[in-house]
């Protein structure tokens, strides 16, 4: 069984066999749930798979849940699969010490 050490992604590790530890009823939840929610979780902690996976699951990657619990409470939802458009930024590796780095980098995301 292949650990997924340092992998973000959601796609590649299921798409690679790689172990995933399966949170996607809460995904579910979270969706459905027409409730605000903020979520605050420490460096290293998963952020990034989670948005990952939650934009999977917006987009419609029915494959890629193939075997997980969400496949089993889409079933049941009266809209399955529903496809959205997602904006997704991905804010790691970069270097915010220096003054208006941020705003340089998300008008980089908004131009391409």
Same mark, same amino acid.
């Given at each position: 069984?292949?650990?997924?050490? %340092? =992998?973000?992604?959601? *796609?590649? =590790? ?14 579910? @939840? !979270? ?18 798979? !989670?948005?990952?996976?939650? /934009? #999977?699951?917006?987009? %419609? ?7 997980? #619990?969400?496949? @089993? !409470?889409?079933?049941? +939802?009266?809209?399955?699969?529903? /496809?959205?458009?997602? =904006?997704?930024?991905?804010? +790691? %590796?970069? +270097?915010?010490?220096?003054? %208006? +780095? !941020? *705003?340089? =980098? ?5 131009? *391409?």
């Amino acid at each position: 069984m292949k650990l997924p050490v %340092g =992998i973000q992604s959601f *796609e590649k =590790i299921r798409e690679d066999d790689f172990c995933y530890v399966d949170k996607t009823k809460y995904i579910y @939840d !979270l969706a459905q749930n027409n409730v605000p929610y903020f979520l605050s979780r420490p460096r290293r902690f998963g952020k990034s798979l !989670l948005l990952s996976t939650m /934009k #999977a699951y917006f987009e %419609g990657k029915q494959e890629l849940f193939k075997g997980l #619990a969400i496949e @089993d !409470l889409e079933t049941n +939802n009266k809209s399955p699969w529903t /496809k959205y458009p997602v =904006i997704y930024f991905d804010f +790691n %590796g970069q +270097n915010y010490s220096e003054k %208006g +780095n !941020l *705003e340089r =980098i998300l008008k980089e995301y908004c131009i *391409e």
